[in-house]
């Protein structure tokens, strides 16, 4: 017990509903640790759960953007050609990315 960094202990009462609150909210955040989640909320009034899955998807749609791109590329150094073809293409994902970056700041507000 010498060795503890938290030497004090709090203990507090609550009723059936409100126990079942707290789990609730400990539930939605996705944690399973009481006591963590108690001081978090005691010391800061808050817990914010960032949902990264969005970035997930939007990662999959830039990747699949920029094998376009190399597609592109590719073909330009091989031929030592731009056609009107690829630059429509290269427009094209442009457009798309700046679509996915709109998107992002959208779900971020």
């Given amino acids: 017990m010498a060795n503890r960094v938290r030497k ?8 059936d509903d409100e126990l079942a609150a707290i789990r609730l909210k400990m539930e939605k955040i996705n944690m399973n640790n009481q006591s ?4 978090k909320m005691a010391l800061e009034g808050r817990i ?3 949902d990264y899955s969005v970035f997930n998807d939007i990662g999959n ?15 330009i150094n091989a031929t030592d050609n731009i056609y009107a073809e ?9 457009e798309e990315i700046w ?6 700041e959208l779900r971020l507000l």
Avoid at 61 to 75: E, T
């Fill in 48 to 50: 914010i759960k960032v």
């Fill in 36 to 39: 963590l989640y108690l001081r």
């Fill in 61 to 75: 749609s830039i990747s699949g953007v920029s094998r376009n791109i190399n597609q592109i590329a590719k073909r």
């Fill in 8 to 15: 004090h202990m709090i203990n507090f009462y609550v009723d």
């Fill in 86 to 94: 690829d630059m429509k293409q290269i427009k094209q994902t442009q």
């Fill in 99 to 104: 679509q996915l970056l709109k998107s992002i």
